[in-house]
């Protein structure tokens, strides 16, 4: 595990802090680290739920510009292709993966949330955007394909376009973040939310995640198809003939996430 991105565990849930200071810019080696975070995570069974969080003042301020000064059109696209991976190793993590965003996320480290399953800000803490046309630049993180799936084709190409930036009122309003928190509150709630969510049946959970993620990319066919498979994949699961027990019981069930 690298020291740019660090993971703590908690069961049920896991944090993955970006600790890069002072912005949580990212170069390669912060690229690389992530993606082993992620792949950490993914193989403890205790770690049932995800949180990603930077510091008080930045989640992430994307990539760092001095690591494209005077390096080749190729390299650029390489870098790109290592963040992409990075990105598609939490977007198709089993688990659910919260961002919780304190402070400001621009260009690439709201390209990294977008990653996330969902994003819970704080309040009049940090600004949100998809800057990078104002330096000539095309977000090269995701974020053209994964902002118009969340709030929109014409919503998302304006933002990217002008490179508007706004708060989390704002944010929340257009649906680009799922929850708002005043500043000291939002780990603690985050925190709630995912416990609650750890005590579910998170191995479904998962399935669901996969069902709306990968439907979105192969068609309502397709889609269906899969969400059949995943359905006997949990109809086959301890945690499913457990929540038909308590049903039948007329008590809580007690998953397991198997």
């Known amino acids: ?48 739920v995800v949180i990603v969080h930077g510091n008080e003042r930045f989640f992430s301020a994307g990539a760092d510009i001095t690591t494209f000064l005077g390096v080749t059109p190729e390299a650029i696209t390489s870098f790109g292709l290592v963040g992409h991976q990075a990105l598609e190793k939490i977007e198709r993590l ?16 709201l390209e990294m949330a977008l990653a996330c399953d969902l994003r819970f800000m704080a309040r009049g803490k940090g600004r949100l955007g998809l800057v990078e046309a104002k330096i000539g630049a095309v977000p090269n993180m995701g974020g053209t394909q994964r902002l118009p799936r969340l709030i929109g084709r014409s919503r998302a190409l304006h933002l990217m376009i002008t490179g508007e930036t706004m ?16 500043p000291a509150e939002l780990m603690p709630k985050t925190v709630e939310y995912a416990r609650a969510l750890a005590q579910g049946a998170t191995l479904t959970i998962g399935l669901i995640k996969q069902c709306v993620n990968e439907g979105f990319e192969i068609g309502l066919g397709g889609g269906l198809a899969l969400e059949r498979t995943c359905g006997g994949v949990a109809f ?19 998953f397991k996430g198997c």
């Open 94 to 109: 089993p688990k659910i993966v919260i961002a919780a965003i304190e402070g400001h996320a621009m260009g690439g480290g």
């Open 1 to 48: 595990m690298g020291t740019l991105v660090s993971v703590k565990i908690d069961a049920p849930l896991a944090f993955v802090q970006l600790n890069r200071p002072p912005a949580n810019a990212y170069n390669l080696d912060f690229l690389k680290d992530l993606e082993a975070a992620i792949e950490e995570v993914r193989f403890r069974d205790e770690a049932r």
């Open 236 to 254: 086959r699961s301890a945690d499913f003939k457990e929540g038909a027990l308590a049903f039948q019981e007329k008590r809580a069930p007690a």
């Open 167 to 182: 708060g989390a009122d704002e944010a929340l309003r257009i649906g680009l973040v799922d929850r708002v928190h005043e």
